[in-house]
Antibody
Framework: QVQLKESGPGLVQASETLSLTCTVSGFSLTSYHVSWVRQPPGKGLEWMGRIRSGGSTDYNSALKSRLSISRDTSKSQVLLKMNSLQTEDTAIYYC??????WGQGVMVTVSS | DVVLTQTPPTLSATIGQSVSISCRSSQSLLHSNGNTYLNWLLQRPGQPPQLLIYLVSRLESGVPNRFSGSGSGTDFTLKISGVEAEDLGVYYCVQSTHAPFTFGSGTKLEIK
């Protein structure tokens, strides 16, 4: 069955780079787009960006300068890297396949 | 970027009551391929979002048919015909016609 699972550090220092991995199963990354979505505590959902099935990417305008999304199809993984972290980047980070399947999310706290 | 204005921000309903949520877009969500990529999600407390409706009005597999979606262009509505206790949570519209994708601000449904 289709599954997505996020992994990464729970705590990151301000100004450092966040690296998250979304490991998928039950479908191919070359057939579906995968997005990253985040949710600060008590707030709404924010679309961060996606990697298309063909490998190209789209990014949130406000995050574009700090964000990179890539993939390793051999490992069925989608990778997120975001630099210059601030405390406002504290959030649950989700990966989702075209919004129909979601991971459970990973909580990332940015410490000053 | 497309702005989705979702109303009301909160909704209080009794069991069995029918309710509607509006999602208005700052520009048409009709894609050049003829599809309108407007989805509705429900996020229950402590859970990742789940897809309810895609392509404006198509019911995701396994979602009860008391949920329905309608609309076109820039105006969309989610209706719940006969609210049940399990429907509590926050409802979001999200558009994936124009990159970067965007979410509405959410509607919190409370059960009286």
């Amino acid at each position: 069955q289709v599954q997505l699972k996020e992994s990464g550090p729970g705590l990151v220092q301000a100004s450092e780079t966040l690296s998250l991995t979304c490991t998928v199963s039950g479908f191919s990354l070359t057939s579906y787009h995968v997005s990253w979505v985040r949710q600060p505590p008590g707030k709404g959902l924010e679309w961060m960006g996606r990697i298309r099935s063909g490998g190209s990417t789209d990014y949130n305008s406000a995050l574009k300068s700090r964000l990179s999304i890539s993939r390793d199809t051999s490992k069925s993984q989608v990778l997120l890297k975001m630099n210059s972290l601030q405390t406002e980047d504290t959030a649950i980070y989700y990966c989702t396949r075209d919004f129909d399947y979601w991971g459970q999310g990973v909580m990332v706290t940015v410490s000053s | 970027d497309v702005v989705l204005t979702q109303t009301p921000p909160t909704l209080s309903a009794t069991i069995g009551q029918s309710v509607s949520i509006s999602c208005r877009s700052s520009q048409s969500l009709l894609h050049s391929n003829g599809n309108t990529y407007l989805n509705w999600l429900l996020q229950r407390p402590g859970q990742p979002p789940q897809l309810l409706i895609y392509l404006v009005s198509r019911l995701e597999s396994g979602v009860p048919n008391r949920f329905s979606g309608s609309g076109s262009g820039t105006d969309f509505t989610l209706k719940i015909s006969g609210v049940e206790a399990e429907d509590l949570g926050v409802y979001y519209c999200v558009q994936s016609t124009h990159a970067p994708f965007t979410f509405g601000s959410g509607t919190k449904l409370e059960i009286k």
